[in-house]
C-alpha cells in the first residue's frame, strides 16, 4: 500500500485571500510550499489536493478556471501534485458527501491509489479540513494560529511539515 499526504488548497497551496481565488493573479503560492512539497516526493509521499470549490455551484466562477489555477500551480511546482479532488457544491445550493467535512474525495483518492490511511496525512488550515482525515484514521496538522480540536500537530511554518511526518 502506498502512503499519501492530502493538502487543502487555500490556505496550504496558495495564499487564503479571504476570497474565492479563482483568477491566476489572485493564486499566490504559499511561501515554501513548492519546497515543502519537493521534501514530501522524495519520503515517497503521494500528494492529493482535496478542496471544497463552492464558488462553482453559486456561478462565481467555472471549472475550467479552477482548473487553470491548478496547471499554474503545476507548472510552477514540477507537476508535484498526483492528483486534484474538488467539491464544487455549496450548503444552499445541493448537499454533497464530498464536501468537507464529509470524507467522500479522500475515500475516491485512496482507492484509487491504494494508499493506507494509517501511513497518510492531512494538511488543512480550518477544522472541517481535519475532520474527514480523523474519522479515516489519517494523521492530521494544522497549520496557522489559533486551536485545531482534530490537528495531531499544529504547526505556523509550513516548511515543519517533513519533520512532522519523518518524526511521528
Known amino acids: 500500500m502506498n502512503k499519501a499526504i492530502f493538502l487543502d488548497r487555500d490556505g496550504i497551496l496558495n495564499v487564503e485571500r479571504g476570497d474565492?481565488?479563482?483568477k491566476i493573479q489572485d493564486f499566490q503560492i504559499t511561501p515554501n510550499i513548492i519546497e515543502t512539497l519537493k521534501i514530501c516526493k522524495i519520503l515517497k509521499f503521494i500528494l492529493i489536493v482535496v478542496t471544497n470549490?463552492?464558488?462553482?455551484?453559486q456561478g462565481i466562477?467555472?471549472?475550467?478556471?479552477?482548473?487553470?489555477?491548478?496547471?499554474?500551480f503545476q507548472q510552477q511546482s514540477g507537476n508535484l501534485i498526483d492528483a486534484f479532488y474538488h467539491a464544487p457544491m455549496h450548503p444552499s445550493i445541493s448537499s454533497s458527501l464530498s464536501r468537507k467535512p464529509n470524507?467522500?474525495?479522500?475515500?475516491?483518492?485512496?482507492?484509487?491509489?491504494?494508499?493506507?490511511p494509517k501511513q497518510s496525512w492531512m494538511v488543512g488550515d480550518k477544522e472541517?479540513?481535519?475532520?474527514p482525515a480523523r474519522k479515516l484514521n489519517l494523521k492530521t496538522i494544522f497549520v496557522g494560529s489559533g486551536k485545531c480540536?482534530?490537528?495531531?500537530f499544529a504547526i505556523k511554518d509550513i516548511s515543519k511539515i517533513p519533520d512532522i511526518i519523518s518524526n511521528a
Not at 472541517?128 to 475532520?131: E, G, M, N, P, T
Open 20 to 22: 474565492y481565488t479563482y
Open 53 to 57: 470549490q463552492s464558488g462553482i455551484s
Open 61 to 72: 466562477y467555472s471549472r475550467d478556471d479552477m482548473d487553470l489555477c491548478h496547471q499554474y
Open 103 to 116: 470524507s467522500l474525495m479522500f475515500e475516491r483518492a485512496i482507492y484509487r491509489f491504494n494508499i493506507d
Open 128 to 131: 472541517r479540513d481535519l475532520i
Open 149 to 152: 480540536h482534530y490537528a495531531d
